[in-house]
């Protein structure tokens, strides 16, 4: 199969209904502290994974974890995913510093991520 690869998983993110009680738990779990820490997001380094704690969802409406595959084109492992069968959730965006993000379902209706860092 030819097309552009994958980095791998290196971003998962949790929907979160209390943020400071999360926190606490995700910190206890990495053995970390917190590298990103607001109202609207909370964020772990830990053995070159991004955790990320997401109140409410977020804006997106988030429901379950989504992981997050690293690539180095973001609109062409769109186009790749969405000729094999996929179906675009959330269009590439800027979430902020450059980086774009995306999700996309499987045809079983699992939640995808793509993230693009500039």
């Known amino acids: 199969m ?17 943020l400071e009680k999360a926190k606490a738990v995700y910190a ?7 590298t990103a820490d607001s109202s609207y ?13 997401v109140p409410g969802g977020g804006p997106q409406g988030m429901t379950v974890p989504v992981a997050y595959w690293h690539v180095s084109d973001i609109e062409a492992k769109l186009a790749e995913v969405t000729a094999a069968g996929a179906t675009v959730k959330e269009a590439a965006h800027d979430v902020g510093g450059g980086r774009l993000v995306a999700t996309f379902t499987d045809p079983d209706g699992n939640i995808l991520g793509l993230l693009q860092d500039q």
């Open 41 to 53: 997001y909370v964020g772990f380094e830990a053995e070159g994974q991004h955790i990320g704690l």
């Open 28 to 34: 206890a779990l990495l053995g970390v502290e917190p």
């Open 2 to 18: 030819t097309g552009s690869s994958t980095q791998g998983i290196k971003t998962v993110l949790h929907p979160v209904s209390d």
